[in-house]
């Protein structure tokens, strides 16, 4: 729990208006290899209608927190250990699966990671948002009700509603993420967590899809968490940033802090430094040495001392100091003394 309280709000105003809050979350796979942590002690909270960036390379534990918030970690392997995960001031994690499945789509969606495989390949497109429309029907609509819901979501992302009896082969890669958009919003959520939205689209259809889910969460009033490692997406997007290593968020801010600042976390120097520089006559990249460390075997000390070109003998045992600057937070002994703990 290398990070505990780590991004804690210190007043009780984030607290008191965050719609999911995230407090010591631990997430492990148990292997016949052994414990493969993947998620070690991470805190945020998100507020209304704010957008965080989870950011990091693959491996980071992104995507194993996204799965941990809706409860759907693999049964077998999958187990969260310690920590809470507080939806609107209720803990998850005591909630019953089948509290959970009237939470999953009406209160918190996602959207996965690859469209070409989250959607059932043999029902039409309409069938499966109508599927989501079903399962959530507190208001008891008719079923001619919930057809025009169908029509109005599809509408929604672009798509004609006469193209509702197709199935997903008969649509594009940018066209399906819309329709997996479209199904994750049905219920109008108040959390949507965005699991790399645009990594298997072109960069035309990117920009396309990114505008559209602007557009839907200043409509619809969702907060989102956004998880991805391409930086120019969080710079889009985002309110607030959080850059994950190893299972552990290492750096924490608003995106002026984050993009602005020029004091970071060597990680998120050399997540900068692997961009290309358009401005500049580059033709080298700067890429981080070294590989995402083993999460069944971890290091001690700071986790990415082994790759951190400015390590001392300080960073190989012991928990990274915590330094603060306003709501900038960072994880790293290299500037115990240019901030104040």
Known sequence: MENQGFNQPKNGQDTARAVLELRGLEAVYETDDGIVRAVNGINFSIAERETIGLVGETGAGKTTTALSILRLLPERTGRIPSGQILYKGQDLLKKSEDEMRLIRGACISMIFQDPMTALNPILTVGDQILESLEVHNAENRTHGELE??????????????????????????????????????????????????????????????????????????????????????????CDKVAIMYAGEIVEYGSVHDIFENGTHHPYTTGLFQAIPNMKEDVRRLHPIEGLMPDPSDLPSGCKFHPRCPKRFDECNDGRPYLYERGGHRIFCNLFREGFDS
């Open 148 to 237: 025009s819901r169908v029509d109005e979501l599809l509408s929604l992302v672009g798509i004609s509603p006469g193209r509702k009896k197709e199935y997903p082969h008969q649509f594009s890669g940018g066209m399906k993420q819309r329709i997996v958009i479209a199904i994750a919003l049905a219920c109008e959520p108040l959390l949507l967590i965005a699991d790399e939205p645009t990594t298997a689209l072109d960069v035309t259809i990117q920009a396309q899809v990114l505008v559209l889910m602007d557009e839907l969460r200043d409509k619809l009033g969702t907060s989102m968490i956004m998880i991805t490692h391409d930086l120019g997406v969080v710079a889009n997007t």
